[in-house]
Structures are given as C-alpha cells and as structure tokens.
C-alpha cells in the first residue's frame, strides 16, 4: 500500500465518458478522503477530468483483461476497492423479433456481464477488508417495460435480480449493495439509444422502429416528460449520498419522471399499463392485412 493512501476511500467509476458516470466522477471527486478512479473505453476522453481531481484508467467492461488490470492498479495503492460504481451501458433498442442475436449477446456483454465480473474481480479484497460499497445503475426500465426497449430492459431486470443475490450474500461481509434507478436522465443515452435501432430496422418493424425514435426522442426533449427529466448530477448526488450513508437504502429512485412512470405502473397494473402503452406506441402488425 502507498505511504498515506490507507485512510482514503478508492473509488471505481466505469463509463466516464460523458453522463452520469461523469458527473459522478466530478462529484466524488471533490469529497475530501475519497481518490476516484474515473474510467472509460478511451483514456483520451476523459484526459480532462485529472486537471479536475480525478485519477484516470483505461477500462472497457467487456474486456476482461482491462478490469483486472484497472483493479490490480487500484489494489496495488490503496488495497482494495472501497466503492464500485458500475455505471457503464447502453441501450440496444428495437422490438424483440428484431434485434440481431449478437447485438443481444452484445447488449448483455456491457450492461450485465461486464458488472457482474467487475463486482467478481473487486469482492475478494473487500471481504478481506470487510467493508464496501458496490452501486449498480438499473433503471426505472429495471421494473417496467416500454416497447421497442426488450432488449435493453431484460439487462436492467437483470441487474435487478443480481443486486438482490448479491446484497444478501455479501452483507455478513461488511458490504454493501446499492441498487440506482434513475428515469428519463438528459444525457448522450437517448441518442445511443437511437443510433443502435438504426440497424436494427426492418421491412415489418420499420414503421414501429420510426415511432419508438420519436417517442424516445420527445422524452427527452419536449413537453412534461423532459420536465421531469433530471440531469446527470441528480443522480451523482443520489450516489453521493448513497455512499456516505451508514444505511443506505436498497433503492435509490431519481428524477420525478421515475416516481411517476414506476407509481403508474403499479396503479395500473398489466392490463392497464399495456392500455396505456396502446396510447402512446403503434402496435406492430395492427394495421397490416398480411
Ligand atoms: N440517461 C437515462 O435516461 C438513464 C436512465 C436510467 C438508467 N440509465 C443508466 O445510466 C448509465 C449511464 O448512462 P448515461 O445516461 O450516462 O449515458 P451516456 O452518457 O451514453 O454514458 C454511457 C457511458 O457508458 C460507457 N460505455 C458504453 N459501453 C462501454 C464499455 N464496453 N466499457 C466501458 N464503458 C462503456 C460510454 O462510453 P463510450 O463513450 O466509450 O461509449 C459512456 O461513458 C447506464 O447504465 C444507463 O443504462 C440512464
């Protein structure tokens, strides 16, 4: 361990690119005790964020090779991750018969299997230390569906169901597992979002496709849902305060978008969560006399 590095707190942030994980970084970094490791695909990107107290790693969720060798640095100064933010993801979207297999298998490779196995490779050196915080991004998409997003929220369900495991297993340990589900959020997500239906487009789902864009698009930008929409830093103060609780919640909704759209859905239950969705989307195949 670094002569003077025992008593601060290290923190793990992945997708620090742009959004919430760099907001976060942003934030924790200005917490006195705390040295935050700000991580991205592409070093360059957040070259930036060092001149603004942050130390900075390569590390792609989907190489295993690069979140050994981030953890390794990080236990090397410090002997253990003390906070892991698994923030990185995207969303793959386009209606279920759609999405080809392998950006499937892709979508899983980032939003489940790259925070499993980095949760994995960080576990050991906190249960030696016998404390630890691990907080996932879900998603209010982590308990409910909008059409056109299958895909994207079986990660979040995912998610879901590994932080519930997980917190259990590890609470004898001292560690603690944080579940952050943020609504409609203004960041680079909805363009991803959009970018990655693109290919996805074909001669039956086209039309839907069209209108799913749009839909996701005006969220974001117009009318109520963009003002109940929240901002990166809504979320990186959530996860603040989160990390600095002696009991944190299980939970963490943020943006009034989540509470409506998560209330909504409970009040209405299946059948009336699936009229309201009639409203709002095209029904694939209603309309079609093939
Ligand atoms: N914005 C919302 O409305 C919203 C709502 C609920 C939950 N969330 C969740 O919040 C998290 C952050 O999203 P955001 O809104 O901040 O979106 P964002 O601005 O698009 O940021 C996503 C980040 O994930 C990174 N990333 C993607 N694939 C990666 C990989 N293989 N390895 C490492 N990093 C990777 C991106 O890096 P590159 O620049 O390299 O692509 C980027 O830094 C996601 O898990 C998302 O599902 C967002």
């Known amino acids: 361990?670094?002569?003077?590095?025992?008593?601060?707190?290290?923190?793990?942030?992945?997708?620090?690119?742009?959004?919430?994980?760099?907001?976060?970084a942003l934030r924790l970094a200005r917490r006195p005790g705390s040295v935050v490791y700000a991580t991205a695909r592409r070093p360059a990107d957040?070259?930036?964020?060092?001149?603004?107290?942050?130390?900075?790693?390569?590390?792609?969720?989907?190489?295993?090779?690069?979140?050994?060798?981030?953890v390794q640095t990080i236990e090397a100064a410090h002997g253990a991750v003390d906070v892991l933010v698994n923030n990185a993801g995207y969303s793959q979207s386009g209606a279920v018969e759609a999405?080809?297999?392998?950006r499937v298998r892709a979508q899983f490779e980032t939003n489940v299997f790259g925070p499993l196995r980095l949760t994995q490779l960080v576990l050991p050196a906190m249960r030696r230390r016998r404390r630890g915080t691990v907080?996932?991004?879900?998603?209010?998409?982590?308990?409910?569906?909008?059409?056109?997003?299958?895909v994207y929220h079986a990660t979040k369900y995912a998610i879901e169901a590994l932080s519930d495991a997980l917190r259990f297993e590890v609470a004898g340990f001292g560690i603690r597992v944080v579940i952050v589900e943020p609504?409609?959020?203004?960041?680079?997500?909805?363009?991803?979002?959009?970018?990655?239906?693109?290919?996805?487009?074909?001669?039956?789902?086209?039309?839907?496709?069209?209108?799913?864009?749009?839909?996701?698009?005006?969220?974001?930008?117009?009318?109520?849902?963009?003002?109940?929409?929240?901002?990166?830093?809504?979320?990186?103060?959530?996860?603040?305060?989160?990390?600095?609780?002696?009991?944190?919640?299980?939970?963490?909704?943020?943006?009034?978008?989540?509470?409506?759209?998560?209330?909504?859905?409970?009040?209405?239950?299946?059948?009336?969560w699936d009229r309201f969705l009639r409203g709002v989307y095209p029904s694939p195949g209603a309309n079609r006399t093939d």
């Open 99 to 102: 999405v080809p297999l392998d």
């Open 1 to 24: 361990m670094a002569d003077g590095e025992s008593a601060v707190s290290a923190v793990l942030i992945t997708g620090c690119s742009s959004g919430i994980g760099r907001a976060t």
């Open 183 to 272: 609504g409609l959020i203004r960041t680079a997500f909805s363009d991803a979002a959009l970018g990655a239906m693109r290919g996805a487009d074909d001669a039956v789902y086209g039309e839907f496709h069209a209108a799913v864009g749009r839909t996701t698009a005006n969220a974001y930008s117009q009318g109520l849902s963009r003002k109940l929409s929240g901002t990166p830093d809504d979320v990186a103060r959530v996860i603040e305060r989160a990390i600095a609780a002696r009991r944190p919640k299980t939970r963490y909704r943020v943006a009034p978008s989540a509470t409506l759209f998560l209330n909504l859905r409970r009040v209405l239950g299946d059948r009336g």
């Open 135 to 150: 907080v996932n991004l879900s998603s209010m998409g982590g308990k409910l569906v909008f059409p056109g997003g299958g």
């Open 46 to 70: 957040i070259a930036d964020l060092e001149q603004m107290g942050c130390r900075t790693l390569a590390l792609d969720v989907t190489d295993e090779a690069s979140m050994a060798s981030a």
